[in-house]
């Protein structure tokens, strides 16, 4: 199983970045797949998730209206549009796969992460 995102970087406050995750080693279409944060000296958060048929979407109360999942199941890839940071959603995201095909925030594989800092 490889997960390797992209994407991320320094954006000002109310900017936006995109962050993407290729994956391959795995059936992607058998798995949800999902974005988690964490931030210095903070706990881990789960962001935002996505179900293969896309009818199943997750997102944390922090990033609500702003970030938006997406996946391509040709192309095994999964997607986080970021429109209107904060500073607070400095950190580093994780892509993740799901154990199976329905929970939400249950993973059991993970990308070696990308920073985003958003300061002005």
């Known amino acids: 199983v490889q997960l390797v995102e992209s994407g991320g970087g320094l954006a000002q406050p109310g900017g936006s970045l995109r962050l993407s995750c290729a994956a391959s080693?795995?059936?992607?279409?058998?798995?949800?797949m999902g974005w988690a944060r964490q931030a210095p000296g903070k706990g881990f958060e789960w962001v935002s998730a996505?179900?293969?048929?896309?009818?199943?979407?997750y997102y944390a109360d922090s990033v609500k209206g702003r970030f938006t999942i997406s996946r391509d199941n040709a192309k095994n890839t999964v997607s986080l549009q970021m429109n209107s940071l904060k500073p607070e959603d400095s950190a580093v995201y994780y892509c993740?796969?799901?154990?199976?095909?329905?929970?939400?925030?249950?993973?059991?594989?993970w990308g070696q992460g990308t920073q985003v800092t958003v300061s002005s």
């Open positions: 996505m179900n293969p048929e896309g009818d199943g979407i």
């Open positions: 080693g795995f059936s992607f279409t058998s798995h949800v």
């Open positions: 993740a796969r799901g154990k199976d095909r329905r929970a939400l925030r249950e993973y059991d594989y």
